[in-house]
C-alpha cells in the first residue's frame, strides 16, 4: 500500500540563540510605539507599521531583528522561488510589520492576511503559559475536512503552536489563524511581532 500526502500546507518553526537583548530592546521599542485597537484583536493594543521604518532601524535592537527576519525570508525564497532571490531580495521584498500586545484574557480572532505570500510571527515577550492558552492557532483550509470524522476526532479543526520566546512561526498569508486567549498568564504582557511579506513577481 502506496500513502501520498496530497495539498501540503507548510508551517515553519524556527528558534533564534542569544537573544535576551535583542527581546528586552524590542519590547522596550514597541511599547513607546503608537497602539490602537485592531480589527482582529479581542482586548489587546496594536501598534501601527513603522517598526521597520527608517526611523525604527536607527534603533540597534530593531535592526538586528530587521537582519535577522531578512535571513529567515531569504532562506524561505531561495527554498520556494529561486535560488538567485537573495541578489533581488531588496527589490522584491516588501515588509510590513506590526506588534500585538496581548494581556490576560486578549486573543485575535480568527483571520487570514490575503494577497501577501508570507506571514510571519515572533515572540519576544511570553509568560508562563499553561496547555493551549495563548497559542496560534491554524485552522485546516479544507473545507470537506470537517466531515472528516477522525481528522476531527483526532485534532479537531484546527492545530495549536504555543509561542515560544525568541522564536516564531511562518505559514502562507492565505491560511486562517487566530490565537487563543492568554487565561493562564495571570497580569503579565504577551507580546507577538506579525510581518506580512509581499513578493514582487512571485512567479
Known sequence: MI???????????????????????????????????????????????????????????????????????????????????????????????WAMIYGPNDYSKIHNHSGVELSMTYYPLVPEMVGNNGSLEILDPRPAAANDYYQTQKNGDRIFYKPK???????????????????NAGDKLRICIAINVKIQNYV
Open 3 to 97: 500513502r501520498e500526502h496530497l495539498f501540503a500546507t507548510s508551517v515553519y518553526e524556527y528558534k533564534w540563540k542569544d537573544v535576551d537583548d535583542m527581546n528586552s530592546g524590542l519590547v522596550d521599542y514597541i511599547m513607546s510605539m503608537p497602539k490602537d485597537n485592531a480589527y482582529s484583536m479581542v482586548g489587546g493594543t496594536h501598534t501601527d507599521y513603522n517598526l521597520f521604518s527608517d526611523k525604527a532601524l536607527q534603533n540597534s535592537y530593531v535592526l538586528e531583528f530587521y537582519k535577522r527576519i531578512s535571513s529567515l525570508v531569504i532562506e524561505w525564497g531561495n527554498d520556494n522561488i529561486d535560488q538567485n532571490f537573495k541578489d533581488n531580495f531588496g527589490n522584491r521584498v516588501k515588509m510590513t510589520p
Open 165 to 183: 520566546q525568541g522564536g516564531g512561526y511562518m505559514f502562507p498569508g492565505w491560511l486562517q489563524h487566530g490565537t487563543s486567549p492568554s487565561k
